[in-house]
């Protein structure tokens, strides 16, 4: 890890070289220089403003022709076991479906790509780690890795190559070790991928109300007595049975429990809560309460009510009076049964149902995710959300840390709620050396088709992950502009310090185009972005 750290050193030295001129320092002031004009409500630029085609940088470009190995290899069972060649790279969590691309210039990793495309176990495969560089701190290398099939490559004439993969699956790294090629290598465990909860709201979330297990000649008696009823009458007479016929025996066995609970135990005081707005049951805590107060006092409603009779049959009081009272009892309990039967048949509320369900979970922090980065319609994504979940964890605005332990999540559901956790606590983006802001969430700007964060590798061989900011503050350039191995064509890149520490936080892309838009965006490079998201 010290030669690259020495390399991307020797690197910034060769780019300062280029010109002998003295270095021009500017400052960059301010959140708020630019105009809100060319930000549309999400925070986004103006689809008028942005010319530039977001699929040049996908591509890569900067690595030159690189061949397709038109390969693709079938997904690997959960569970199973293989040797893979490793790439350990600091600073980068690699996610299923994210792209990477690898100039491969040391002779180890050489090796390991030749033993990739060779391997017949899983060919075209390699496996990345994350390794994480802290100050003072000997380097981890993480335990849970992502498998990444090689799409295209490139060997050079002075024996480099040129990669591009795409990751797949994730592993458990078992044990680690370097053959005798030098290639270091690894024996991983793929992950089994668990599938999007949607139950047991699909089995309850549709049910009729608790009236339907009453006989079906009450219910053919209510019909015929209110003509034949309406559509709403219609979709509360499904039949149990054939309901019952259709679950699972776990299914049943929670559902008959439901049911049993709650014509055996109504004197329960049911209170719930909402979450997020998505259900609130207090209504029916209401009718269970108004319930038992009405069960409680039945007898002595009973009692009151025979000497009211008795009373009026001797002459004395008043027998409307009487009448009316009975009929305002027998209305209100009447009432509160049919209140009572409708309280929802699942054990739990559906908002606690709704609280881990994966498809609910997607189209929330779909939306989020859209107001973050103006993204076009992300329906298919919500139809998947596992797609979803690792889209998110590979493009969101936090450090490497952050998106490892996104990575390390085991559960649809768990990832997506702690991504959204994420988005609702990540408004400011700091150094993470001196924690100085250097932006904020809402200046996120897409400038690839792979999202607002992506890899890409210098020259050199490093690999950086870099988010796209519209503006940003705390920032000193470092050098005059280049266009030499640019990552977005038709922009020229100078390196970029924060202003308090000189920390090498990423790079200032300006337009060499006047018709190119935007004329400039920053690059900020995510392993030096803090970990405090509050």
Same mark, same amino acid.
Request: with cysteine; hydrophobic share 25%; charged share 35%.
């Given at each position: 890890m010290e030669r690259i750290l020495e390399r991307e050193r020797r690197q910034i030295e060769h780019i300062l070289e280029l010109d002998a001129e003295d270095l021009q320092i500017e400052e960059v002031e301010g959140l708020n220089e630019s105009s809100d004009d060319d930000r549309d409500a999400t925070g986004a630029p103006s689809t008028e403003e942005f010319t530039f085609n977001t699929c040049l940088a996908s591509l890569h470009s900067y690595l030159g022709e690189v061949d397709d190995t038109h390969h693709r290899l079938a997904f690997l069972d959960g569970g199973a076991i293989l040797n893979l060649?490793?790439?350990?790279?600091?600073?980068v969590v690699l996610f299923p479906e994210a792209t990477l691309p690898l100039r491969v210039i040391q002779s180890n990793f050489i090796a390991a790509v030749e033993r990739a495309l060779n391997n017949v176990d899983a060919p075209y495969t390699i496996g990345v780690v994350h390794v994480s560089m802290e100050p003072d701190v000997r380097s981890r290398i993480a335990t849970t890795g992502t498998t990444a099939e090689i799409r295209q490559y490139r060997r050079l004439e002075d024996g480099s190559i040129n990669v591009v993969t795409r990751g797949q699956q994730r592993f458990h790294l078992r044990r680690r070790w370097i053959d005798e090629e030098g290639a270091p290598c690894g024996e991983v465990q793929i992950i089994q991928e668990d599938l999007p909860l949607r139950t047991p709201r699909d089995a309850f979330g549709n049910l009729g109300p608790l009236s339907n297990l009453q006989s079906h000649r009450m219910l053919s008696s209510n019909a015929s007595s209110h003509g034949c009823g309406d559509e709403a009458n219609d979709s509360e007479s499904i039949s149990e049975e054939s309901f019952e016929h259709?679950? *699972?025996? =776990?299914? @049943? @066995?929670?559902?008959?429990s439901a049911i049993g609970s709650l014509y055996g135990d109504a004197r329960s005081d049911e209170s719930t809560s909402s979450d997020e707005g998505y259900f609130c049951c207090e209504s029916d805590s209401q009718s269970w309460r108004s319930y038992v107060n009405d069960s409680c006092s039945i007898g002595s409603s009973k009692t009151n009510n025979k000497k009211q009779i008795r009373n009026a049959d001797l002459g004395i009081g008043n027998k409307s009076i009487v009448h009316k009272g009975l009929g305002q009892r027998r209305s209100q309990r009447g009432s509160d049964l049919n209140q009572m039967r409708s309280v929802p048949r699942a054990y739990w509320p559906n908002w606690v149902y709704r609280m881990f369900d994966s498809y609910c979970l997607a189209q929330r922090a779909a939306d989020m995710w859209k107001q973050i980065v103006g993204s076009p319609s992300m329906d298919a994504f919500v139809r998947k959300p596992d797609l979803l979940s690792f889209h998110i964890a590979s493009k969101i605005p936090v450090s490497g840390s952050k998106r490892q332990e996104l990575l390390e999540i085991?559960?649809? *559901?768990?990832?997506?709620? @702690?991504?959204?956790?994420?988005?609702? *606590?990540?408004?400011?983006?700091?150094? @993470? =050396?001196?924690? =100085?802001?250097?932006?904020?969430r809402s200046d996120m700007l897409v400038m690839s088709s792979d999202g607002p964060l992506g890899a890409y590798v210098n020259p050199d061989g490093y690999v950086h992950e870099i988010m796209t900011l519209n503006k940003a503050n705390g920032l000193a350039i470092r050098s005059r502009p280049s266009t030499k191995y640019s990552w977005f064509p038709g922009y020229a890149w100078s390196i970029i310090n924060c202003a308090n520490c000189e920390t090498l936080m990423g790079w200032l892309f300006t337009a060499t185009n006047k018709n190119l838009k935007p004329r400039s965006f920053w690059g900020i490079r995510s392993s030096l972005v803090a970990d405090d998201t509050n």
């Open positions: 060649p490793l790439f350990y790279l600091e600073g259709e679950l *699972s025996p =776990t299914e @049943r @066995r929670i559902h008959q085991d559960g649809i *559901s768990y990832r997506l709620r @702690r991504e959204i956790e994420l988005l609702e *606590s990540c408004d400011r983006i700091r150094c @993470r =050396t001196c924690q =100085t802001v250097i932006g904020r």
